[in-house]
């Protein structure tokens, strides 16, 4: 089985602080790992994968994140917070092959909010 | 315009009484995929589709049934809905499955009350 914990409920940031949003995954094999963003009354959209290669991932708006294999994290990072970041972040992962290869697992979400 | 559609977007049943939530993609997408969003759990997904004619259960697919007659349609049934499928329900397409990596393009959501 393949889980996925994002172990902040919330996060405070202000407003040109780095930020940081963690995920830690579960999975037997060699993971697929997303981060997506949902804004209020919105659906879901893609900000970064890392699929192999390098584990630093950049993606949409200024977010990456990083891989790390022995820690089994991918943590979500943006150097300089903006007020428009503030949103519902949610980490997912997948099985690179294998039987259950069509599972995506996400994390219960990160609210969060940067403060002006 | 590229999208995902699901119909309607705002329900009101009772309980037992069977529905279907629609979703329509334009972008000849191979895989789709169902989910529902509840506070405090994020997304969970009920079922998925790699392609016409073949699905599979996710981690939560009990209640809900779905079929993929065509490549573009992935409707979700609920036979007898109960009022803990209250919830907020997402559908999903890729180009392909996301064991290859594949990103997933959202629908605008479907938000369900069962009384």
């Known amino acids: 089985a393949q889980s996925v914990a994002q172990p902040e409920d919330q996060v405070n940031v202000a407003e040109g602080n780095p930020l940081t949003v963690k995920c830690t995954y579960s999975v037997s094999g060699n993971p697929y790992l997303f981060w997506y963003v949902q804004y209020p009354n919105r659906g879901l959209q893609f900000l970064l994968k890392y699929i192999t290669g390098d584990n630093l991932v950049k993606g949409s708006y200024g977010f990456e994140a990083e891989f790390n294999k022995s820690q089994t994290s991918f943590h979500l990072k943006k150097p300089s917070a903006l007020v428009s970041d503030s949103a519902l972040y949610f980490c997912a992962v997948s099985l690179a092959g294998g039987t259950s290869y069509g599972k995506l697992t996400f994390g219960q979400g990160t609210i969060l909010t940067v403060h002006p | 315009e590229a999208q995902v559609t699901q119909n309607p977007r705002y329900l009101i049943t009772v309980t037992g009484k069977k529905l279907t939530v629609t979703c329509s993609q334009n972008m000849n997408h191979e895989y789709m995929s169902w989910y529902r969003q509840d506070p405090g759990l994020g997304l969970r997904q009920i079922y998925y589709s790699m392609n016409v004619e073949v699905t599979d259960k996710g981690d939560v697919p009990e209640g809900y049934k779905v079929s993929r007659k065509e490549k573009r349609n992935f409707p979700l049934i609920l036979e007898s809905p109960s009022p803990n499928q209250t919830s907020l329900y997402f559908c999903?397409?890729?180009?392909?499955?996301?064991?290859?990596?594949?990103?997933?393009?959202f629908g605008p959501g479907t938000r369900l009350l069962v009384l």
């Open positions: 999903a397409s890729s180009p392909d499955t996301v064991g290859r990596g594949e990103t997933q393009y």
